[in-house]
Each structure stands twice: as C-alpha cells, then as structure tokens.
C-alpha cells in the first residue's frame, strides 16, 4: 500500500490517482473529514484497506457489514472504501442505506464482527466520515482509531487474498422488526416525527405507525439538500421547529432525529425542549422501578441529577458520571454492566434487557413511548416538571483548530485546577471539585457546574454549564468559565450561547 499524501488537492492529476488524507480526520473514536477538502475517493480505499488489515491483525473473522447514509456522496465514498476492504481479504456485506444503528443491528442481525458506517452523522453537508467497530455492541475507541490512523497513514495496509462483495437485502424490515416486537400502544398518542429530511425519514415515520402512534409529518421527505435545517436535535433550530410542530398540531410531544439517525430529541406538549440528560433522568426513574439498584452511565455534559434525584436514590440507583463520546459511553456500558447509559447529545445506550448497548435514535423513541404507555395519566410535561428544577445551557461550541485545541484544553483544565485550588470563586460560590476525567468539570458548592472539554469530532471547544438555583446564576458560572476560556487567544466564536 502506498503512503497516502496527505495535503488534499482537488482537481489535480494525483488527487483521481493517489490516495490523499488530512491526518485530522483520525479523530477519538471515529473518521471524519470534509470531502473533498480533506479527503479523496483513493483515500477512503485506503482506509478500507487498513481497516481490513486492523481486523486480520486482531485476528477477528474477516466479515463485514456496511452500510451508508443518505447523502449525495455517501455512496461513492462508501463503495471506494469497500473497495480497499476487498483488497484486504474481507467479505463484505453491504446492506444498503441505512441510519447507524441499523447498522450495528446487522452485526447482530448477520451475525458477523465488524461494522463500517459510512456518516457524516449530525454534520452538516460537506462532512463524510465513518464509524466503525469489530468487537459488537462497541465501536473503536482512542486505541483502535490511534492502530488504524498508524496503519493508513504510513501505507501498512497489506492485500490479501479473499475478498468478496455480497448486497444483503431486508435487513431495514428487520430491523424494524426487532424495534417494534410484539409491543402497541394502549393510549392515544400523537407525536410530532421530526427528521430534518435526513435518513431517519426512511424509518421513524413507518415505525411510529407500527406502534400505534399518530404521527404528525416534520421534513419527512428524503433530501439530501437539508432543505430545512441541518438535522441535529441538539441545535437549537431544529428544537424549536419541533416545538413550533408541536403547538401548531397540538401533540403530546415531539421526537427528533439527527442525519444518522443514533441520536434523539424531545420537545413537549407545552412546546418545551428537554435536553436529552434530563429525558435520561426521566427514562431512568421509570426503568429504575422495573429494574431497582440499576447503574447508570452519564456523559460529563449531562444533568447532576443522575446522582441528586430523590427518585433515583430511592429505587437504589448507581450514579457514574464518564467521558463524553458514543464510543466511550458504549465501552463504559458494557464495562459496569449498567442498565443504561446517556448523553447530552442525545445519544442513549439501551443495554439489556432493554436494547443491545448500542445508540439508536428509534430505539429511544419506542421506549419513550412504552414508557408513556406505562403512565398513561402523564404528559410529557408533567414527567418534566416533576424532576427537580435545573437550568442548563445547551451545549455551546466556540472554534477551535483540530490541531490546537488538545493544547488549549490541557491549559484550561490547568487553569481551572489552578483556580480551585487557590480558593477562587466561580459565579460567587467555592469550587468543591474539578473532575478531570474529559476535560474540566467545575463543582460548585451547591452542585451546579460548568464544563469545558475539547470536541472530538469538529474543530471546536464544548462549553456546557448548570444551576441547580436559577438563571442567573447561570449566566454567571458560564460568565466565569468563558472568561478563563478567553484567556486563550487561539479560542474563536461560539457558535450559539445563552
């Protein structure tokens, strides 16, 4: 295999003949990169490539699933990279377009050990990338993405002999199977189905039909264009269209769905959004009676209610707050063997007896709705007023290069550390801790905090912060945070703050 170039020019001779990769895109636990900025069609076979050589190193069985997303490119990208699978020896199975989790369910489904998504996910056109795995329900995290990023980069790909193409057809009706069981609605339930006009358009509709839901439309439509908005349920455009949807149609609630369809949204029946930490909080009450003494997962961005709720406490649950990142969360989940796991980004990790570990948005969206089954005399908004009350921002990105922003985290984390113990105040209270276990995460006295931590997949910083008093003080803790932040010249504009 030859040492892929790695300043990316399109419309040359060698960018149609040699493989080119911007090492960036190698990122914590998946690959992205803007195409063809960042990356060519050789490129993404020579990641093929190495991974099929990754998955002959590991000594896994040569068997792939893979799949792609609904863009207008993913599927010449996708079938460059299967191409460098082949090469390597590996028998793939395509199964089509499909959203992520649709293809983690193949590795269940085909009974075969890895996985390779081709997805932008949640950003916006432009972005390509993929996420993959070979150790089922998990996907490769900072030590399987840090061999990958060695093998491609220094052309250790090695060809074999083997390879084989397959196109597997039905596994979308399987899946739906799987997440639909035997399970129907007892009570009237109209829900807004939002999907930003990206892949889940092709599920969450029928799949809410099956249930026995009302759906009312949002963006259905498949359009690679994103006519409407980007979709990504944890901006705050496609929230509030969602809440916009849901006064407009009068729904008990609305569910959204990112361009991958692994992550979840939820606005109410009063038109608020719940951040996906606080519908954990929810899921968690509810799952913790059915199964008490659970463990749950929390990412560093999400709620302190996981370990302060009353309700949690009384049905015996076990708190662990862990690094942000699916990968991450999915390895946590499996580790301590908790009933679930959840993150601020709307990412929730369903282990069994409820799901298989893995994220998936139309998972979440069938147990939301059983669990409204199971209280039939609540609306969504009653679920939420009865959680103690919290302010959080959501999560808010200020740029930051790929290439700096390790740096510039690792002097934050210094700085906040440094503060805490000199005694200094962050919005006029002590700092009882700072957890450094993905950045800084600021304790406060009272229990409200801010975070910072570096993005792992976008040239950005992540700032989230909560009071467990009011907005004000709100405003004031994410204040003090940002102005250490801005003692870093190399920090730019957010790009969405309270």
């Known amino acids: 295999m030859t040492k892929p170039i790695s300043p990316v020019t399109p419309n040359t001779w060698s960018f149609l003949r040699d493989p080119m990769i911007t090492p960036t895109g190698f990122r914590e636990y998946d690959a992205r990169w803007k195409y063809p900025e960042e990356i060519n069609l050789p490129g993404m076979t020579a990641l093929g490539l190495g991974l099929g050589t990754q998955i002959h190193k590991r000594g896994i069985e040569p068997v792939i699933a893979v799949g792609n997303d609904y863009r207008d490119y ?45 997805t932008a996910s949640h950003n916006p056109n432009g972005w390509t990338g993929v996420k993959m795995g070979f150790e089922r329900p998990l996907t490769h995290g900072p030590d399987e993405m840090a061999e990958l990023r060695d093998i491609v980069l220094n052309g250790k790909g090695v060809a074999r002999d083997g390879g084989s193409y397959e196109f597997v057809d039905g596994v979308k009706e399987a899946y739906l199977d799987d997440l639909v069981g035997d399970f129907k609605m007892t009570r009237k339930l109209k829900v807004v189905c939002a999907t930003g006009n990206g892949t ?33 349920p944890e901006a705050m455009e496609m929230l509030h269209d969602m809440s916009d949807s849901v006064k407009a149609s009068g729904a008990d609630f609305a569910l959204g769905f990112d361009g991958d369809g692994d992550r979840c949204g939820v606005v109410d029946d009063e038109g608020e959004e719940i951040f996906a930490d606080k519908v954990g909080v929810i899921m968690a009450r509810d799952l913790s009676k059915i199964y008490p003494n659970a463990t749950f997962v929390a990412d560093v961005k999400s709620t302190g209610l996981f370990a302060s709720d ?33 993150e601020k980004s709307g990412h929730y990790f369903l282990a069994e007896p409820v799901g298989r570990g893995y994220d998936c948005g139309m998972r979440v969206a069938v147990e939301i709705c059983k669990l409204m089954d199971r209280n039939p005399d609540m609306k969504m908004s009653d679920l939420r007023k009865a959680l103690p ?60 905090w801010g975070l910072v931590r570096a993005s792992s997949n976008t040239p950005n910083l992540v700032v989230v912060c909560e ?11 994410f204040a003090d945070i940002d102005a250490v932040i801005r003692t870093e010249p ?9």
């Open 310 to 342: 009353p309700e949690l406490q009384k049905n015996g649950v076990k708190a662990d707050y862990w690094k942000t990142g699916h990968s991450h969360m999915k390895r946590r989940v499996k580790e301590i063997g908790a009933l679930a796991g959840f």
């Open 200 to 232: 889940a358009s092709a599920f969450a509709p029928e799949l809410f039909e099956r249930i026995g839901v009302e759906v009312v439309p949002s963006h259905n439509d498949l359009d690679y264009t994103f006519p409407n908005y980007n979709p990504n």
């Open 74 to 118: 993913s599927l010449a990208i996708k079938q460059a990279l299967i191409l460098g699978l082949m090469q390597a020896g590996i028998r793939v199975k395509d199964i089509g377009p499909a959203v992520s989790p649709m293809a983690y369910f193949a590795q269940f489904h085909l009974d075969v050990p890895a996985v390779a998504m081709v």
């Open 467 to 477: 009071s467990s008093d009011n907005e004000e003080e709100l405003r004031a803790i």
């Open 389 to 448: 009350k919290t302010w959080s921002t959501p999560t808010m990105s200020p740029y930051c290069a790929d290439t700096e922003k390790y740096d510039v985290l690792e002097r934050l984390v210094a700085k906040l550390v440094a503060k805490a113990e000199a005694g200094e105040k962050i919005a006029g209270r002590a700092i009882k801790e700072v957890v450094t276990v993905n950045g800084a995460r600021v304790i406060l006295d009272n229990g409200s």
């Open 490 to 498: 190399l920090v730019g504009d957010y790009d969405q703050t309270i």
